[in-house]
């Protein structure tokens, strides 16, 4: 097989299975490609600060995450993935609990950048609650 049908074959990694992190935060993505990214997050008290708002380390997270693999789809059939090298979060409403949908696109995507754009909004009425914007450098995948 040539390098180019290697590339092709690639797949993102079990998103679910790669460590405690991401599966402790319980970020569900819904929709994933190299030009969106859907998902959602039920709030609750585990993601609480000690005076009972969701913490903005989750949105951080979350946010990074969203932009990390939507990026990462862009670019692996080129045999590449994505990691950020700066991630700049606004947080705007505080919330206590219940779901959260999260949206990630891409504002550009480069040979080498990329720029995502992620919005984190209350489901019950589509308000911002945090957003942010990723820039991620495409990187080789590591060999196996």
């Given at each position: ?67 990390s ?16 090298v ?56 590591p060999?196996?």
């Amino acid at each position: 097989m040539n390098d180019k049908g290697a590339e092709s074959e690639a797949a993102l990694p079990d998103l679910y299975d790669t460590g405690a992190f991401l599966t402790s935060l319980g970020l569900v993505l819904d929709e994933v490609t190299g030009a969106r990214v859907h998902g959602h997050l039920d709030l609750s008290a585990t993601h609480h600060t000690p005076w009972g708002v969701a913490h903005g380390g989750a949105y951080t997270t979350t946010i990074e995450s969203a932009a990390s693999v939507g990026a990462s789809a862009a670019v692996l059939d080129r045999g590449e993935f994505a990691v950020g090298v700066n991630n700049n979060t606004d947080f705007i409403r505080p919330v206590t609990t219940g779901r959260v949908e999260v949206l990630a696109e891409p504002i550009n995507q480069g040979r080498v950048q990329q720029l995502w754009q992620v919005t984190i909004s209350r489901a019950e009425d589509g308000k911002t609650v945090a957003r942010g914007t990723v820039r991620l450098q495409n990187v080789p995948l590591p060999k196996s």
